[in-house]
């Protein structure tokens, strides 16, 4: 089955510096891969996804990169602010077959200091 | 839209013991997934279901179990608690398929003593 492979498990960064966190993925039929944030005691949320049909990805500050010939993929964030501490997680998915679950990465743990 | 409900969000059992969760997805969400969160292994998919039927299932043993009533919420059971059974249960509500945003739930944290 899937298995995804995340580093670095924790990131400290100073404010306005660039964090970049990489995922990698086994099962080649992968197709969607979205990253997930979850501050402390609350639910994981979805900040970008990306299908295998893109490269690339912005969404202000945040951006993702896939390769899938190379089977992974990057979170990308600029300026980072202490509001961007948090668990990141990535995960991959197929669409088509079985369907609907999410298999996850270990997180990382991002602290950005003031 | 409301979000994502889960209940009851907090639960202390002990070894032995059966245990039901609930889910109610967005509205007109067809699919939950229920998933296992904790420090050791993180984020692990139990199983998914759509249309009152399981449609995909992860490695965990048959003491977890789960169904889907015909107005899309979700139970999850898990039977003969352990210890390791402490975690953070968390369901994710999909409109359709795995190509739709997962919304996640505020989750159940259960302890098991």
């Known amino acids: 089955g899937e298995n995804v492979e995340q580093h670095p498990s924790t990131l400290s960064v100073q404010e306005g510096d660039s964090a970049v966190i990489k995922c990698t993925y086994s099962?080649?039929?992968?197709?969607?891969f979205p990253w997930y944030k979850q501050e402390l005691g609350k639910r994981p949320q979805l900040i970008i996804d990306?299908?295998?049909?893109?490269g690339e990805k912005k969404d202000q500050r945040i951006a993702v990169t896939l390769n899938k010939t190379a089977k992974h993929f990057s979170l990308h964030i600029t300026e980072t602010q202490p509001e961007d501490s948090a668990v990141y997680f990535c995960?991959?998915?197929?669409?088509?077959?079985?369907?609907?679950?999410?298999?996850f990465g270990k997180g990382t743990k991002l602290s950005v200091k003031p | 839209k409301a979000g994502v409900t889960q209940t009851p969000r907090y639960l202390i059992k002990t070894r032995g013991q059966q245990v039901t969760l609930s889910c109610s997805p967005i509205s007109g969400h067809r699919s939950v997934s229920w998933y296992q969160q904790t420090p050791g292994q993180g984020l692990q998919f139990l199983f998914e279901y759509f249309s009152e039927t399981q449609r995909n299932k992860g490695n965990f043993p048959g003491r977890f179990s789960g169904r889907q009533f015909s107005n899309s919420r979700s139970e999850m059971n898990v039977s003969t608690l352990e210890l390791g059974d402490s975690a953070l249960y968390l369901c994710a509500s999909v409109k359709q398929t795995s190509t739709d945003t997962q919304y996640f739930g505020p989750g159940t944290r259960l302890t098991v003593l």
């Open positions: 995960a991959a998915s197929k669409v088509g077959g079985s369907q609907g679950n999410l298999i």
């Open positions: 990306i299908r295998s049909n893109v």
């Open positions: 099962d080649s039929a992968s197709n969607y």
